[in-house]
Every structure is written in structure tokens, then in C-alpha cells.
């Protein structure tokens, strides 16, 4: 069946472009979840979304990164005025979303590389 | 606050060789643990997980984790690597606080064949 597909693949931008992100979660899954790996690093945690809900932002780097999600199902990654720090890739995940998401299993998507110059 | 180590940054084996990657977190309640791998040029998987009962855990191409709790660890462990186990693993700890994973750095697996 189809897994997480997240669109572009791959982003170039300038710095202080805004740039979009986008996530198509797997068909039923209703936890859908935002994580960033920098280059070397582990993945960080950015947002997890309950339906359309967010309970977690915790892990927004600052206020110029935001998502929403509509429907229930595809989930947006916005960074208004990009930094060559917000070079990353973002990996979008989403899971059934039972028991509060605790124990679930996370499916990920291939991720977007994005190169902020 | 959640986190997670994982000592090792690149291990190099030879094929039949023996594998732990080790990994320690921190968090004071109720964790579940997962291990998850990136073969490369494919997404993120889960290789198994960790949430009660047996703290042996089996998952998929012959992985095994065991959870010792005194310890604060979930080491990772395969008898014989094969080339194919080639890839990179992460260890990932869940608590009570629903939807939040704290991943580690990672692990990069080469078997040399």
C-alpha cells in the first residue's frame, strides 16, 4: 500500500525566502508527527499532530516555523524567512495514533532536503 | 526531560561477526523504547520496539533488544551481520507524553563482506 510521500524532495531556497513543506501521512493514520536531521545529527523533534490538533509544539525552533494540518490528513511545515541554519532535512512520520500514540510504531516518509544559501 | 545516547557513532564489521550497539536514555517514568533503521537509499523503519512485558524483545531480520531497566539501557544486538545490515540505527525512548520520540544521534553500520 502507500506509505508517507512528502513533497518536494529536495528545496533550495535563499535566505529569508519562505519556504513550504509538505506531508501525506499514510490513509487512516491520524497522528502525524515533524522531526528535522541536520547533518550528523539524530532526528530532532519538531511537532506531533493528533488529528488536527497540535498538543506538541514543544519542539518548534523559534516562531518563524509553523504547521498546520487539514483533514485529518496532509500536514504542512512552514519556514517564513529562512536561515542557512534551517538547512536539514525534514522527515514527516505518521502512525494509527491509538492509546494516544504512546506505543505506536512511526511510518516516515523519504523526506525533503532543504538547502537554505 | 527525555534523552538518549548512543556511544557509538560508526562501527565497522566483518561479515558473521557479532553486533551490540548500545544505548542508554534518561526519562523518570514509563518509557518505550524502539529501535529504527535506515538502509541506505530507503526510508526510516522500525526494527522493533519496547513498551511492557518480556524486556527481550525479537524483531525483524534477526535483531534483538533487551531492556534492563537498572541500567537506563535497550542495547541492540544480531549474532552473525550480514552485508545487508549495512545502515544506519537509531534508538528512539517515548514516554507518557504522547506523540514525542527523542531519537538518538544514530549509529552507521558497515559490514564489510
Known amino acids: 500500500g502507500a506509505g508517507v510521500s512528502q513533497s518536494p524532495s529536495n528545496k533550495v531556497t535563499e535566505k529569508g525566502k519562505d519556504v513550504e513543506l509538505r506531508c501525506d501521512p499514510i490513509?487512516?493514520?491520524?497522528?502525524l508527527y515533524w522531526y528535522r536531521q541536520s547533518l550528523g545529527q539524530g532526528l530532532e523533534f519538531l511537532i506531533y499532530?493528533?488529528?488536527?490538533?497540535?498538543?506538541?509544539k514543544s519542539g518548534l525552533p523559534s516562531d518563524r516555523f509553523s504547521a498546520e494540518r487539514t483533514g485529518g490528513s496532509v500536514s504542512t511545515l512552514t519556514i517564513q524567512r529562512t536561515q542557512q541554519e534551517d538547512s536539514a532535512v525534514y522527515l514527516c512520520?505518521?502512525?494509527?495514533?491509538?492509546?494516544?500514540?504512546?506505543?505506536?510504531?512511526?511510518?516516515f516518509g523519504p523526506g525533503t532536503r532543504l538547502t537554505v544559501l | 526531560a527525555q534523552s538518549v545516547s548512543q556511544h557509538n557513532h560508526h562501527v565497522i564489521l566483518s561479515e558473521a561477526a557479532s553486533l551490540e550497539l548500545g544505548c542508554n536514555y534518561s526519562?523518570?517514568?514509563?518509557?518505550?523504547l524502539f529501535w529504527y533503521v535506515q538502509y541506505p537509499g530507503q526510508h526510516l523503519q522500525l526494527l522493533l520496539k519496547?513498551?511492557?512485558?518480556?524486556?527481550l524483545v525479537k524483531g525483524i531480520k534477526g535483531f534483538e533488544a533487551e531492556f534492563i531497566k537498572s541500567k537506563f539501557s535497550f542495547n541492540l544486538r544480531k549474532p552473525s551481520v550480514q552485508w545487508s545490515d549495512t545502515a544506519e540505527y537509531f534508538c528512539?525512548?517515548?514516554?507518557?507524553?504522547?506523540?514525542?520520540?527523542?531519537f538518538g544521534d544514530g549509529t552507521t553500520l558497515t559490514v564489510k563482506p
Open positions: 528512539a525512548v517515548g514516554g507518557t507524553n504522547a506523540g514525542k520520540s527523542t
Open positions: 526519562y523518570g517514568g514509563t518509557v518505550n
Open positions: 499532530f493528533q488529528g488536527n490538533s497540535a498538543p506538541d
Open positions: 519496547y513498551f511492557s512485558g518480556d524486556p
Open positions: 512520520a505518521s502512525s494509527l495514533g491509538t492509546s494516544g500514540a504512546i506505543t505506536d510504531t512511526q511510518y
Open positions: 490513509s487512516g493514520h491520524t497522528a
